[in-house]
């Protein structure tokens, strides 16, 4: 009959057959099981239920490792591009100062022989004579000199500007030093444009993919080599001797290690 209960159990040891209500075989001592059944209301007895497995624990993932270099980086959080903030507010300051008749323009830039005045090959890119001129060139130094910082800091970012700037008047002393007028920092500019594109162009030459839009980028190289035209003060032998500059150090910044 299907749900009766077992009238007897076979021993394993002594093959006897025994009553299922024990623990013990009464022939052979040979423990049956390790408690009594409970007895239903229908007196079967009944098993008790096993309890379900436990889910095996969660394995929590590991932590990524983080170098001390990223560490230091991750807690100190985005850092500002103090250099190239002051080489646009310190632009700003000298041009507003010119306009506003607080200083002259003649001791700042350069117009015929420096005859002695050598501070001339730098300060002369801190003045514009045009808004053009100035959003042109002023928005090429805070982008890529923003850039060049971020990717290699603040020495990087001051020595290709002072190097462009300095490279480019010195190219108009030396050529055109008569008559040579120049100021602005169309220079500096282009030698930041081309110091933080060379890392780039190696890469596309070598085969590889890089993020940044190079048309863009080549695009506004020729609207700066293209100031000059339309801006006589913008020389043209500032402009190629910045973008010699630039070139040549962004070789050399380019087999640097980036921060």
């Not at 190219?171 to 444009?193: E, K, R, T």
């Amino acid at each position: 009959m299907a749900g009766a209960p077992d009238l007897f159990v076979v021993c394993k040891n002594c093959q006897s057959e025994v009553s299922p209500y024990i623990t013990e075989c009464p022939y052979c001592g040979q423990r049956l099981r390790k408690r009594a059944p409970k007895i239903d209301r229908e007196g079967r007895p009944s098993e008790p239920m096993a309890a379900p497995p436990k889910p095996p624990p969660a394995r929590r993932k590991a932590a990524p490792r983080i170098r001390p270099a990223e560490r230091s980086h991750a807690a100190a959080g985005p850092r500002r591009p103090i250099a190239t903030i002051f080489l646009v507010v310190a632009s700003l300051i000298v041009t507003l100062g010119w306009q506003a008749g607080i200083w002259s323009l003649d001791p700042l830039i350069i117009n015929g022989p420096v005859e002695g005045e050598w501070w001339r090959l730098l300060t002369a890119s801190f003045v514009y004579n045009t808004a053009g001129y100035e959003a042109v060139s002023l928005s090429t130094i805070a982008l890529f000199g923003w850039l060049l910082e971020r990717r290699h800091g603040a020495w990087a970012t001051l020595t290709v500007f002072l190097l462009g700037t300095l490279v480019g008047s010195a190219l108009v002393v030396l050529l055109d030093g008569a008559s040579g007028i120049a100021l602005g920092g169309v220079a500096p500019a282009i030698a930041l444009l081309c110091a933080w594109a060379m890392r780039d162009v190696r890469t596309r030459r070598g085969g590889g993919e890089v993020e940044a839009d190079m048309l863009g980028v080549g695009i506004w190289l020729v609207v700066l080599a293209l100031v000059p035209v339309a801006t006589p003060e913008a020389h043209v032998l500032a402009a190629l001797g910045g973008a010699v500059v630039g070139i040549l150090l962004g070789l050399s910044l380019a087999r640097m290690a980036e921060r």
